[in-house]
């Protein structure tokens, strides 16, 4: 796995997440006449490639116990098929929300979704305790 050795590795790793973090609407922005949602599935599968391009390239690096696909090994089954269901769910809760914004705006639909998502954590939260 590809570790920073130094703090300006570490530095020109962080400045380029960032970049690429604030990407997501700029790319949007060039497209036209495309759907919001369509788009988002589209932008989700690419940045879920590129995640798995990265994993078999610098996830692999050095080889050894903390290369990727020994770690994926190590892991249980049932733990890669919850992180595979967290992301599902995720993606589908941002699906969910930009169609709420489509439909009653920003200032409505984000605070009710964010309200729910907040309710909804505290009682599973109590329920799995």
């Known amino acids: 796995m590809f570790v920073p050795s130094t703090f300006a590795v570490a530095l020109l790793m962080t400045i380029l997440s960032t970049i690429c973090w604030g990407s997501f609407a700029n790319t949007f922005k060039g ?22 391009v990265l994993a078999f390239t ?28 967290g992301g599902f769910i995720f993606n589908i809760a941002n699906v969910l929300l930009i169609a709420g914004i489509e439909i009653v705006g920003l200032a409505v639909a984000f605070p009710i979704s964010i309200g729910i998502a907040l309710v909804e954590g505290v009682v599973l939260s109590y329920a799995i305790q």
Request: aromatic share 20%; proline share 2%; charged share 15%.
């Open 31 to 52: 497209t036209r006449n495309y759907r919001f949602e369509l788009y988002y599935w589209d932008y989700a599968l690419g940045i879920f490639l590129i995640a798995l």
């Open 58 to 85: 610098m996830g692999s690096y050095a080889g050894g116990p903390k290369a990727f696909l020994a770690n994926v090994h190590s892991a249980d089954d049932v733990n890669l098929l919850y992180a595979a269901l």
